[in-house]
Each structure stands twice: as C-alpha cells, then as structure tokens.
C-alpha cells in the first residue's frame, strides 16, 4: 500500500508541475493570460488585393473575386466562368439568347445606367464598368474596387483578355479563344465546297440608331464571324476601309451609294424595327433590287438581339448560325 501511495504522489507532482509550467507559458504570450491573439484569424480574413492598371488609373482588387458586378462585360465574364451577381436585364436576357439560361439563373438586375443603390445591396468585392461610367466611377468605387475598361477601342479577343487580366483568369481567356478558332477552322471546312473561292458578302443593317439610316459593315461587331472567322471576302469597298483602319466597324451610307459598298454575291441582312417605312423604301427601291445577291436570292436575314452584341458569347453563337445559313 506504502508503495502505491508513493506512486501516486510522484504521479500527482508531474501532473501539478506540468501545469504550472503550462500556465507560465500561456502567461508569457503578452495577452494578458487569457485573451485570445486574433491578430492571425484577422490577417488570415483579409482578402489578398493586388494592383490592376486600367482606364481611370490603378486600383487594388481582390486576387479571387467572390462577388462581381458589371455594367457592360457579361459575355466576357460568363466566357472565363464567372458566375456574376449583378448585370443589366438586357445582358442578362441575352445569356438566354446565346444558349446559357442556366448562366443568368441568380443575376441581379442593377439597371441601365447602373443603379447605385442596387449595387450597394448586392455587397460586391469587384465592379466591372466600361468608360460610359466615368461620371460614377468615384461612387462605384466607394461601394467595392471599381475597374472601368473602354468600350470600343479592342476587338473582341483583346478585351476577353482585358477582362481575364484583372480578374486572374488568362488562362480561361485563351483556352475560350483557341475552342472558338477551332471551331471557326472547322466552319470553313464545312461551307468551303459551297462558296466559290473570290465570292464576296456584304453585311447591310437598316434602321438602328437613327432614322434613315444605311450602314455597311467591316470585321467588327455584326461582322466578325463572317470576315474574321469565316474569313469570307468583303466586298472591294468594304476591304479597302478595313485596310486603312484595323478597327473599322462600319461606314453610314446613303441609299444611292449602296451599289458601290453592297454589289456582292452574298448579303447578310439585318434591319431593326424602329424605321419600318425607310426599311420598306430600302427595299422596295430598284437600287436594293438589282444588286447581285437579291437578284439571285441569296440574301440571309440575321437578328438584332443575336448579332448586334458584340461580346465572346454572342459571336460564338453568331458564328453558328453563319454556318447554317451558308450551308441551306
């Protein structure tokens, strides 16, 4: 019994004395000896920032952006697998026009223009805006980073880039680009035996910003599937502005000078429905009637809400649809 009670007494020393020093060195840690050191968990909460150089300067944004809103970019941001939290209605429709309904499901509508207080409420930690934003750049940045990218100024691949750069996405950028010259390659492949080598197309839009207006197109905008990645030819009045101006999108003209910008085999035709009656005098005049591609009927009708946005996704679709109708 003596034995065991001295077992038990040695035992009970250790176990004291080990929590003794225990105390000590939780006494010793400058917390007062008991308040917990939360300097890590806040580092650790922070989110990581780095710098982005854009249109209105620098700006720290999140390196892993969980929230981001745009003004203008959603067919660039859903391209690089962004799911968004706030966007304008009328992109947001348009992902269903482009085949992603599943891709607008949770998107919130902050307007056009932006709706400050909508986007406030949506506690985003990126926003997207283009240039036409400028006037609310300093409230949109008080509300979360705010980077503003210009409008117009790049092609459609170069700003799918300008976007995945400040997002951190660049691989996704050229990984869409290479799917989606892969697939162009192929939709050469499959309307080569019906085009005749030196055919040319022309790309007419009727109506659209004002009234009366005739517009032929160039490389950008409507026509990027057909000249860019169809590499179908242009009419010689359509390649010589595109010569002269790598980023010529298109040219107004009057009626009497569509002959000299329209006279092709093939005429891609849009028309928007806020001038029907100077779209009937388009069409009902001699000068649209005795051009080649109406006379022979290959004249193909295109939409506004597909082919009039500009942006990875609708082009992707557009180029689609060029395919099928040059191949009926």
């Not at 951190?168 to 010259?181: L, N, R, T």
């Not at 390659?185 to 009727?206: M, Q, S, Y």
């Not at 009039?308 to 609708?314: A, E, H, I, V």
């Amino acid at each position: 019994m003596k034995r065991a009670n001295k077992t038990w007494g040695f035992l009970t020393g250790v176990a004291l004395s080990s929590l003794l020093l225990l105390t000590a060195c939780g006494g010793a840690d400058g917390n007062g000896g008991g308040k917990p050191d939360t300097t890590a968990q806040t580092k650790q909460a922070e989110p990581e920032m780095r710098t982005v150089t854009h249109w209105k300067g620098q700006t720290e944004v999140p390196v892993h952006p969980q929230k981001i809103v745009t003004s203008q970019y959603t067919g660039e941001l859903v391209a690089l697998g962004v799911k968004l939290a706030g966007a304008p209605k009328w992109q947001i429709d348009q992902l269903e026009i482009v085949g992603q309904k599943a891709e607008r499901q949770g998107i919130e509508d902050i307007g056009a223009p932006p709706n400050l207080e909508k986007i406030t409420g949506l506690s985003p930690d990126l926003i997207i805006g283009q240039n036409a934003q400028e006037k609310v750049y300093d409230s949109l940045s008080k509300i979360a980073p705010t980077v503003l990218v210009p409008w117009g100024d790049e092609n459609v691949y170069e700003r799918l880039r300008t976007i995945a750069k400040v997002i951190g996405k660049e691989k996704q950028a050229d990984e869409w680009i290479a799917a989606h010259e892969a697939k162009a390659a192929e939709g050469r492949k499959k309307i080569a035996p019906l085009i005749g080598k030196d055919e040319t197309v022309a790309i007419v839009v009727v109506g659209g910003y004002e009234k009366g207006q005739l517009r032929v197109y160039g490389g950008r905008n409507v026509g990027h599937a057909l000249y860019n990645d169809l590499k179908l030819n242009p009419p010689p009045a359509i390649k010589a502005e595109m010569d002269k101006n790598a980023t010529f999108t298109s040219i107004q003209i009057s009626l009497e000078k569509l002959p000299d910008y329209a006279a092709a085999d093939r005429i891609f035709l849009l028309t928007f429905n806020n001038d029907p009656d100077y779209v009937k005098q388009v069409a009902d005049s001699q000068l649209w009637k005795n051009l080649p591609a109406v006379k022979n009927g290959r004249v193909y009708t295109i939409a506004e809400d597909l082919w009039f946005t500009y942006d990875p996704l609708s082009v992707d679709r557009q180029l689609d649809e060029a395919i099928a109708l040059l191949g009926k």
